[in-house]
């Protein structure tokens, strides 16, 4: 099956539950990405700054791209002008920088607050106390060109769908908890990206409203 022919039979998929798509696209050419474009692909999903503004550059303006990859301050200012959504914020030095760089473009950012919920040491993101301490900071309250949308997790690489099921199960509640404690009033609090290729189905029995398909759709690299 090709690029527009997979894209296709995932989006049905994702809409009848209700789940959106983020196409991972890193290591994709354009042209490539043109392809799932066309067959009405418009999230796409970026790990590394550099290659994502040479892609923004040459593709498309109406696309909505979205970082996914870890994100250092320093080079926030690169994609500011025009990212849709940052899914690795997992600290509050990060969304300071983000919320300075949004609003010399008067411009408010999308971003989802990372969490740890794999047992690798190797994954970034927030433990549960240093999430609340976040959100309970004076500092987070005066961000103003910030939007927390949501939390973001990525699942321990293993064949173990139990241990898998049970991670996913464990940032819903978080989720759900955050929601009633922080957002109760806020209706853009409504993200839950969890789940990539290998684990997706998972991760949308668990409660994911976004997932992040790179292989399933453009094949493996």
Not at 31 to 45: C, K
Not at 100 to 110: C, E, H, V
Not at 112 to 126: M, N, P, R, S, Y
């Amino acid at each position: 099956m090709d690029i527009a022919d997979q894209i296709k039979t995932i989006q049905e998929e994702l809409k009848r539950l209700d789940v959106a798509l983020v196409a991972v696209s890193k290591t994709k050419t354009p042209e490539e990405i043109l392809t799932a474009y066309h067959a009405g692909q418009r999230a796409f999903g970026e790990n590394m700054v550099q290659e994502l503004v040479a892609k923004y550059d040459v593709l498309p303006k109406d696309i909505e791209w979205h970082l996914i990859g870890h994100l250092q301050s320093n080079k926030v200012k690169y994609v500011a002008p025009f990212i849709t959504l940052i899914h690795s914020v997992d600290s509050l030095k990060l969304l300071k920088e983000i919320n300075k760089q949004a609003q010399k473009y008067n411009r408010t950012i999308g971003c989802l607050l990372q969490v740890h919920i794999a047992t690798e040491d190797t994954k970034f993101g927030l433990d549960h106390v240093e999430l609340i301490e976040l959100l309970r900071s004076t500092e987070f309250a005066q961000l103003t060109h910030i939007r927390i949308k949501g939390l973001m997790g990525i699942a321990t690489n293993t064949p173990n769908q139990k241990e898998i099921k049970e991670e996913f199960h464990e940032l819903k509640s978080l989720f759900d908890g955050i929601k009633v404690s922080f957002f109760k009033d806020d209706a853009h609090f409504d993200t839950l990206s969890m789940g990539m290729s290998a684990d997706y189905k998972l991760a949308i029995e668990q409660g994911s409203t976004m997932v992040r398909l790179g292989s399933t759709i453009f094949g493996n690299r």
